[in-house]
């Protein structure tokens, strides 16, 4: 899990510095395979469940699943999350970063602030005796006092040899008692934040996209977590 980890956060620099205005999101794609394949990987979401290619690219309204495209191309002011999952050695690496495409917005420089922020402030509740409930009110407490839509249709989750495992991770308060954190459990945080409402719609046409119900704009960040004895791993990092 360290090493796909490891993999996921290199795959995710790698890609950075071609996220630019101009650029279309199937050279994106192409990008990561190849490199995902040259480091003896493979990546995840290719036939996953039928999704057709490498990586996830979701675009401004679009708050996940996002299918590349060479029609998709990046213009200034744009905001792209770009999710990738290798696995390396049967294990799976997860993690996702908003990207800005030139010059962004105030208040869309703040949703970036607050979402990346509300990861690391769930990231920090992982510690023995917790449970997952401790990540989802922290996150909640967070965001819903500024306001924002907490998407609630799709969540955190276990990962390692598969790709979604129980637990899953929300990241809004539940009413129910949700799984003690143990060392040694490997999980996702990956806060999905929308400046309007929390809701969104899955895409008929292509069964995968998902964007916000009103058309306001929609960012994520995402780590895999260990859980250890003292706290916790983040295992995507460099
Ligand atoms: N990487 C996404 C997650 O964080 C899952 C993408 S599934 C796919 O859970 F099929 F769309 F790739
Ligand atoms: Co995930
Ligand atoms: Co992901």
Request: charged share 25%; aromatic share 8%.
């Amino acid at each position: 899990m360290r090493l796909a980890g490891k993999l996921a956060a290199e795959i995710l620099n790698f890609i950075e510095p071609y996220v630019k205005p101009g650029v279309n999101t199937l050279l994106l794609n192409d990008l990561v395979h190849d490199y995902t394949h040259k480091k003896g990987a493979i990546s995840a979401p290719l036939n996953y469940k039928g999704f057709p290619k490498s990586i996830c690219t979701s675009i401004n309204d679009v708050v996940c699943h996002g299918i590349p495209k060479k029609e998709d191309i990046l213009k200034d002011g744009d905001i792209i999350n770009i999710d990738v999952t290798p696995i390396l050695d049967g294990y799976h690496g997860d993690t996702s970063k908003t990207f800005k495409v030139g010059k962004v917005s105030p208040e869309i420089e703040q949703l970036l602030i607050d979402t990346e922020k509300a990861m690391w402030i769930g990231i920090e509740q992982v510690k023995p005796g917790s449970r997952i409930n401790d990540i989802s009110d922290a996150i909640d407490d967070f965001l819903t006092a500024k306001r924002y839509g907490i998407v609630r249709d799709l969540m955190g989750h276990g990962i390692g040899r598969k790709f979604h495992e129980d637990p899953q991770v929300p990241h809004f308060r539940q009413t129910k008692k949700l799984a003690k954190i143990e060392p040694g459990m490997t999980f996702t945080i990956e806060p999905m934040v929308n400046l309007g409402t929390f809701e969104v719609t899955f895409s008929k046409q292509d069964k995968w996209t998902v964007r916000t119900k009103d058309g306001k704009w929609s960012a994520q960040y995402e780590h895999t977590i260990l859980a250890t004895t003292t706290g916790y791993e983040i295992l995507t990092k460099l």
